[in-house]
């Protein structure tokens, strides 16, 4: 059993997983929470009744960073080996094939911000705090952060937090990018169900295309990114939803189809 992440489902929310980050006080991301991280997302990406999925830490903070302690004590052949399991821990939410949304309270700092880059959508409570102030300890962000920041609020203002390691409020987080909504700190995590929420009922296959159509586009060229959109659209045409879809446009008009996820 996980000790530290769990995966957790509400009957209120059908359709809604919630990844939950419990390592009091500050849910320092250890190996063990990194390892956690990576089956959490394994499993909610495998279960067909999971639609969508909200990343929280809890009330008070999302993660302060990865285990400082920890890391303190390793060597360069140490980290060496390990710095691959490092991104995949922390950039463990990225690889789920469903809209992803986080919840961020107080504190998501270092690899608590990288974690929740690979969200599709964030939503920060009026207080939260984020950065990435590796360069304060001597080192630069390892799990995903100088990839995803970059491409998520654009080179020059990554380049600004990576190399100050300051603080970036939720208000200026919001006019750079970094986060998509900002609400009160008491609301964070309602707000995250309702989003994740709306796609409950969803064409599933659909959403995961879309996403993987713009994730993988995101790296490439033009026409390449083109040519991968193509291919998602074209394989669509094999489901079932998108036989129900257009079926129901025809005979009932946009919005009232009854998806099946496959």
Same mark, same amino acid.
């Given at each position: 059993?996980?000790?530290?992440?769990?995966?957790?489902?509400?009957?209120?929310?059908?359709?809604?997983?919630?990844?939950?980050?419990?390592?009091?006080?500050?849910?320092?991301?250890?190996?063990?929470?990194?390892?956690?991280?990576?089956?959490?997302? /394994?499993?909610?990406?495998?279960?067909?009744?999971?639609?969508?999925?909200?990343?929280?830490?809890?009330?008070?903070?999302?993660?302060?960073?990865?285990?400082?302690?920890?890391?303190?004590?390793?060597?360069?052949? =140490?980290?060496?080996?390990?710095?691959?399991?490092?991104?995949?821990?922390?950039?463990?939410?990225?690889?789920?094939?469903?809209?992803?949304?986080?919840?961020?309270?107080?504190?998501?700092?270092?690899?608590?911000?990288?974690?929740?880059?690979?969200?599709?959508?964030?939503?920060?409570?009026?207080?939260?705090?984020?950065?990435?102030?590796?360069?304060?300890?001597?080192?630069?962000?390892?799990?995903?952060?100088?990839?995803?920041?970059?491409?998520?609020?654009?080179?020059? /203002?990554?380049?600004?937090?990576?190399?100050?390691? /300051?603080?970036?409020?939720?208000?200026?987080?919001?006019?750079?990018?970094?986060?998509?909504?900002?609400?009160?700190?008491?609301?964070?995590?309602?707000?995250?169900?309702?989003?994740?929420?709306?796609?409950?009922?969803?064409?599933?296959?659909?959403?995961?295309?879309?996403?993987?159509?713009?994730?993988?586009?995101?790296?490439?060229?033009?026409?390449?990114?083109?040519?991968?959109?193509?291919?998602?659209?074209?394989?669509?045409?094999?489901? =079932?939803?998108?036989?129900?879809?257009?079926?129901?446009?025809?005979?009932?008009?946009?919005?009232?189809?009854?998806?099946?996820?496959?």
């Amino acid at each position: 059993m996980p000790e530290f992440v769990r995966l957790e489902h509400s009957d209120d929310h059908p359709g809604v997983a919630t990844i939950r980050l419990d390592r009091p006080p500050m849910n320092a991301l250890n190996r063990q929470v990194q390892d956690e991280l990576v089956a959490a997302a /394994r499993e909610a990406s495998e279960d067909d009744a999971v639609k969508a999925v909200v990343v929280y830490g809890g009330p008070k903070v999302l993660a302060a960073g990865a285990d400082i302690k920890e890391m303190n004590a390793m060597t360069f052949a =140490e980290m060496s080996k390990v710095a691959g399991s490092l991104q995949a821990g922390l950039g463990a939410i990225a690889s789920i094939p469903k809209p992803t949304v986080a919840a961020i309270t107080g504190y998501a700092l270092g690899g608590g911000l990288e974690v929740v880059l690979g969200a599709d959508r964030r939503i920060a409570g009026d207080n939260a705090k984020l950065g990435v102030p590796e360069v304060l300890l001597g080192v630069i962000p390892g799990g995903g952060g100088t990839q995803r920041l970059a491409r998520l609020i654009g080179p020059s /203002r990554a380049k600004d937090m990576v190399f100050t390691g /300051r603080f970036v409020g939720a208000e200026e987080a919001l006019s750079i990018g970094l986060v998509d909504e900002v609400v009160a700190p008491d609301e964070v995590y309602a707000a995250a169900l309702r989003w994740a929420s709306q796609f409950s009922k969803a064409a599933s296959v659909a959403l995961a295309a879309a996403k993987a159509s713009i994730d993988q586009g995101l790296d490439t060229d033009l026409a390449t990114g083109l040519k991968i959109e193509a291919a998602h659209f074209a394989a669509l045409f094999a489901t =079932e939803d998108r036989a129900i879809g257009m079926k129901s446009f025809v005979e009932n008009g946009p919005g009232k189809a009854e998806f099946l996820g496959k």
